[in-house]
């Protein structure tokens, strides 16, 4: 099946910093990308959709200037977290769009769980 | 708007159990409902889905039936193994290819 890596897997953080997660398709090409975040006990809930060479689309509440998304190749997207802060600890996973058209099929990442002190 | 609830875990049981994760959902018009599972430090999964009512989805033991009547999508299998122990989240959608997931159930299988 289609590898998707998602790098870091847990990551800890002070107050203020600024983290990047990236997220690779291994052995395809993903020209959408989903990412999307999980608060303990709640559901995944999708921030944004990102096509490679466009800007992201982000969903209602979701701060573009806070979770920067770039999806500069067909195989690479990173999401940044800027200044963060306690508020965004978080589980963020990617989820990569992969096929040819008719059979795409959602891929997605092993997650990173971001803890900001 | 879309959402799905499905029943709080952890599920603890021991192996050739029944299992059932319960799952019912709220949309408008006539969404596709899914499965996925995620093993531990792995992503998620698709298991199974099913797109239409009484279309039985099934994969590995496991098989849903989407029902329209009761708006529900439940997870069974007739016997776990402790290589079933994962994270089982129901999720719908009716937008493509961005599903509506539900918070996710922990299943642990004990030898």
């Known amino acids: 099946g289609a590898v998707v890596s998602q790098h870091p897997s847990r990551v800890i953080c002070k107050s203020g910093t600024s983290v990047k997660i990236e997220c690779r398709s291994l052995?395809?090409?993903?020209?959408?990308m989903f990412w999307y975040r999980q608060f303990p006990k709640q559901s995944l809930m999708l921030m944004a959709t990102?096509?490679?060479?466009?800007?992201?689309?982000?969903e209602q509440g979701v701060e573009k200037d806070k979770f920067l998304i770039n999806h500069a190749s067909l195989t690479l997207s990173t999401l940044t977290v800027t200044s963060a802060h306690p508020e965004d600890s978080s589980f963020y996973i990617c989820?990569?769009?992969?096929?040819?058209?008719?059979?795409?099929?959602?891929?997605f990442g092993a997650g990173t769980r971001l803890s900001v002190l | 708007g879309n959402s799905v609830t499905q029943m709080e875990g952890p599920v603890t049981l021991s192996e050739e159990a029944f299992l059932t994760i319960n799952c019912t959902y709220t949309?408008?018009?006539?969404?596709?409902l899914f499965w996925y599972v995620q093993y531990p430090g792995e992503g998620l999964q698709l298991l199974l889905k099913?797109?239409?009512?009484?279309d039985k989805g099934s994969n590995k033991g496991f098989e849903a039936t989407y029902r329209k009547e009761t708006t529900s999508f439940h997870l069974e299998k007739g016997s776990v193994q402790v290589s079933d122990s994962a994270v089982y989240f129901c999720?719908?959608?009716?937008?493509?290819?961005?599903?509506?997931f539900g918070r996710g159930t922990s299943l642990i299988v004990h030898p």
């Open positions: 099913a797109t239409k009512a009484d």
């Open positions: 999720a719908l959608s009716d937008r493509g290819y961005i599903p509506t």
């Open positions: 949309a408008t018009g006539y969404p596709s």
């Open positions: 052995d395809f090409q993903a020209t959408t």
């Open positions: 989820s990569p769009l992969g096929g040819d058209g008719a059979k795409n099929i959602q891929y």
């Open positions: 990102s096509n490679e060479g466009s800007k992201a689309t982000y």
